[in-house]
């Protein structure tokens, strides 16, 4: 394997040291791990659950139809070369195909990020050089198009390998252009990089693609005549194969179009006006990126262009997308992360994490692959090499922080580092992403009735001993004055995501130093109480039967119900150890008291956890050692983020004066810190804090 990462790069891919060497070997474990959680999730399901869209066309014996069309049987979605391609493996039974299939895949897989890997715009720094191969792969492993491709069984990563080895491998005219054609033969969108290489100077290699394209066509029709019909004709070049057109697995303008209500002649109409003008000015980008040298860039573009302009462009077929990742977008360092993270979250999450589910970005959200390939083709700003900003982005400003503790070890030194402002669609990506993983474990974090209620019972008599179980006086007295109980229930609905918010908006503006360190301490007060909802259910006041409690903000519920109405149905309902209510509350109140400005401030902060733990236990919602265990949480976020940040002081700054030019060093590190990987190299003191 280093035989080969050394072929791709030669001497630059020399070893840097021995922290880059560790960081290459956890990288290639997690390659060889995901491989075998893909393997073993393909072929640990039934033999007839497994390739479902290969299972569409194989016989009643489990191989590959001999007679017949490939399209009746239902989902195949290939053009007939590709079943005429497929065809030889007649003999194979179904599970073994199902394993030759899998593996064979994964080769492609990991083919396919070392060609990459090789078409990175040169100059690469040493360190890239040594670590892209692994990273290449782990990401294409991750992807969703690979994922389907993997459970479908489908042949959607052909198409991308061979036009990259036409680009990048193949040597003189003839030989990519039979490449390329072969590839368009299976996925007809492809076609377009003829016309690139055509508007590159490479007419024989385009003119290659146009006559291999045809020929296995032909070839195809001659064999299978009624097939060819049915897919070319039948359902225009495959446009009516599959799932509905309009559906979200379809990611073209026009499956867009489709989804907008549009239908008929107009709806075609203007399909093919955009896909006109999509083309165009994707062509015309790649174009000019190709002759800048950025010819993987290049290829990536075209690739967007075609998922768009296609009239189908199902999920498998959307690597192209994961390969604009290389495009350089920014000027600042703080920026260059930006497009890298937008594509990799874009391409590895599904659309519903990604966005809220709120009526003016629905659109988006059900849009998002095809908006970020039309990004790629035709919006992102992506930087020419003759950019002084392509190697050497300007720096960001950095505040000081007091050192940071355990920084002898490899992968905690970047805690040393406090940005002077992050970049904010990277920030609310980061946001959004991580409530989305929250709110999935914490639902997935169930557990029978009966042991949530067992320890239920267990807190009511820990309570009962300490002398505070109080839950069901305050209950039952706040039921009998209206106007609190309005006051709590509303408290207890509204300020839990309101006022965290609030602050960590505030701070982003004003104190963006402190704004990092107490994002990273109530990201950890999190983490840590899913871990409590997962280990220890625990059924809240309201939800234990016998006891008396009054649900004053879901109403009533009925116990009896297996479900307990249609709340429980949605939501994880035994996550009440720790309370993350009087958590975040906490959370709120220490870092509104550290960083307030005035007394009055500081005492005003502290009231919204003195509110919230009484609205928690007033509506029967927990009990009062949820709030000690969610304030226990949120003591060992702030704990865990002094101890690998330090503390939150900055060192005073003096006159406060920022170097604009970073200072000279002859690092490799330096190098590569400039190298797009978004890392500063001027720390100017800040403020203090």
């Known amino acids: 394997m280093t035989d080969v990462e050394r072929s791709v790069r030669g001497d630059a891919a020399a070893d840097p040291g021995a922290r880059a060497a560790a960081v290459r070997a956890v990288l290639w474990l997690l390659v060889a791990f995901l491989a075998v959680r893909q393997v073993a999730a393909v072929l ?5 659950e497994r390739l479902t869209d290969l299972e569409t066309w194989t016989g009643a014996e489990g191989v590959l139809h001999i007679a017949g069309s490939l399209y009746e049987p239902g989902r195949f979605t290939g053009t007939p070369f590709a079943g005429l391609v497929l065809k030889p493996l007649t003999t194979s039974a179904e599970q073994a195909l199902g394993v030759v299939w899998t593996f064979g895949t994964l080769l492609l897989v990991v083919a396919l990020g070392f060609v990459a890997v090789r078409a990175l715009p040169q100059p690469v720094s040493r360190r890239t050089a040594f670590l892209a191969a692994p990273f290449a792969i782990t990401l294409l492993m991750v992807s969703l198009p690979v994922r389907n491709t993997l459970f479908l069984g489908q042949t959607s990563i052909l198409p991308v390998l061979l036009v990259l080895l036409a680009c990048f491998a193949a040597r003189g005219e003839r030989l990519p252009g039979v490449l390329t054609g072969i590839a368009a033969a299976l996925q007809p969108a492809v076609l377009l990089f003829a016309v690139l290489f055509w508007l590159t100077g490479r007419r024989r290699a385009a003119a290659a693609s146009g006559a291999t394209f045809a020929l296995c066509t032909a070839l195809a029709w001659a064999v299978m005549p009624r097939d060819s019909w049915a897919y070319w004709v039948h359902h225009l070049a495959g446009a009516g194969l599959g799932d509905r057109p309009d559906s979200l697995a379809n990611q073209s303008l026009h499956g867009a179009l489709l989804r907008f209500g549009l239908q008929g002649p107009l709806e075609i109409a203007l399909f093919l006006a955009l896909a006109a003008l999509v083309t165009v000015l994707g062509l015309r980008r790649a174009v000019r990126y190709a002759r800048d040298g950025q010819l993987l860039l290049a290829v990536a573009v075209t690739g967007c262009v075609a998922v768009a302009v296609s009239p189908t462009a199902w999920q498998h077929q959307l690597l192209w997308v994961l390969l604009a990742v290389v495009g350089r977008v920014g000027t600042k360092a703080s920026d260059r992360l930006v497009w890298p993270a937008v594509v990799v979250l874009v391409l590895t999450l599904p659309g519903k994490m ?26 992102a700003p992506f930087l020419s090499r003759t950019s002084p900003h392509w190697q050497r982005p300007v720096p960001t400003d950095y505040a000081r922080p007091v050192p940071s503790r355990f920084s002898w070890v490899p992968l905690l030194p970047f805690w040393k580092r406090v940005l002077s402002r992050p970049n904010l669609l990277l920030e609310l990506l980061l946001i959004r992403v991580v409530y989305s993983a929250y709110a999935q474990v914490r639902l997935a974090a169930t557990a029978g009735r009966a042991s949530a209620e067992e320890h239920g019972r267990q807190i009511h008599s820990a309570e009962q001993w300490l002398g505070i179980d109080i839950e ?21 609905s509204t300020f839990h995501f309101i006022i965290p918010l609030a602050i960590l908006g505030v701070l982003y503006v004003r104190r963006p130093p402190d704004y990092r360190w107490a994002r990273t301490s109530i990201g950890f007060a999190t983490v840590l109480a899913l871990l409590g909802f997962w280990l220890y259910p625990l059924a809240p006041p309201r939800l234990m039967p016998g006891l008396g409690f009054i649900d004053t903000v879901h109403g009533v519920q009925d116990l009896d119900s297996p ?32 960083l307030a400005p005035k007394a009055w401030m500081k005492a005003l902060g502290l009231l919204h956890p003195l509110f919230t733990v009484s609205a928690i236990v007033a509506t029967g919602n927990h009990w009062v050692l949820d709030a000690v265990g969610g304030g226990a949480v949120v003591a060992a976020g702030f704990g865990l983020t002094c101890l690998l940040a330090g503390p939150r002081r900055l060192r005073a700054a003096g006159t406060g004066e920022r170097r604009q030019d970073p200072p000279e060093r002859d690092t490799e590190d330096t190098k590569d810190a400039e190298d797009g990987a978004g890392e500063p190299v001027a720390e100017p003191a800040g403020s203090k804090a």
Request: include cysteine; charge should be negative.
């Open 354 to 379: 990604l966005l809220p589910n709120v009526g003016v970005v629905i659109p988006v959200r059900d849009n998002v692959l095809l908006v970020a390939a039309l990004g790629a083709a035709c919006v």
């Open 472 to 492: 069901h006086w305050a209950n039952h007295t706040v039921v009998g004055i209206p106007w609190l109980r309005d006051f709590f229930d509303y408290y207890y």
């Open 563 to 594: 479900d307990f109405g249609a709340l429980t149905a949605m939501t994880n309902q035994y996550a009440a150890m720790p309370s993350l209510h009087f958590g975040w509350s906490l959370w709120c109140g220490v870092v509104i008291a550290l």
């Open 44 to 48: 640990g399901r039934p033999p007839g």
